[in-house]
């Protein structure tokens, strides 16, 4: 089910939340370029996703996403991730970006949180059936 879309200033999805019951997951779907602020806002509802529906699992879709987020890291690693993990958050599979600077923030997310089961896959199928294995 779809738990949230936001939109940008220009009025387009650039994230869908999905809750998917099948997997018992949460599914971000990023699209294009979002600013820090739509990333954060963006991270955030997904959380408030995963505490509503007592998931503990995550798959960040940054197959179309485009831009890094390398400096949003420090705010990952000390804020949120710890926060997420607290409400539950065992494992994120990443979905790689084409965009260089995309995927560079993903590999240095999974990088600075070590303790996170947090690999990379290639396409979503790849991602969801590891993850629903977990």
């Not at 979905?95 to 996170?116: K, R």
Request: net charge negative; glycine share 6%.
């Amino acid at each position: 089910m779809i738990y949230k879309k936001l939109k940008n200033k220009l009025d387009q999805v650039y994230v869908k939340v999905e809750y998917s019951e099948t997997i018992k997951a949460i599914i971000m779907h990023w699209v294009g370029f979002s600013t820090h602020e739509e990333i954060i806002l963006g991270v955030e509802t997904g959380l408030q996703c995963l505490i509503e529906t007592g998931s503990s699992r995550w798959i960040a879709d940054a197959s179309k996403m485009e831009g890094g987020f390398s400096d949003l890291n420090d705010w990952f690693v000390e804020d949120w991730t710890p926060r997420a993990q607290k409400a539950g958050l065992r494992k994120i599979a990443f979905v790689v970006s084409s965009d260089v600077f995309t995927e560079f923030s993903t590999q240095e997310y999974a990088e600075n949180n070590p303790d996170l089961e947090n690999p990379h896959f290639q396409s979503l199928e790849e991602a969801i059936d590891w993850i629903k294995d977990k």
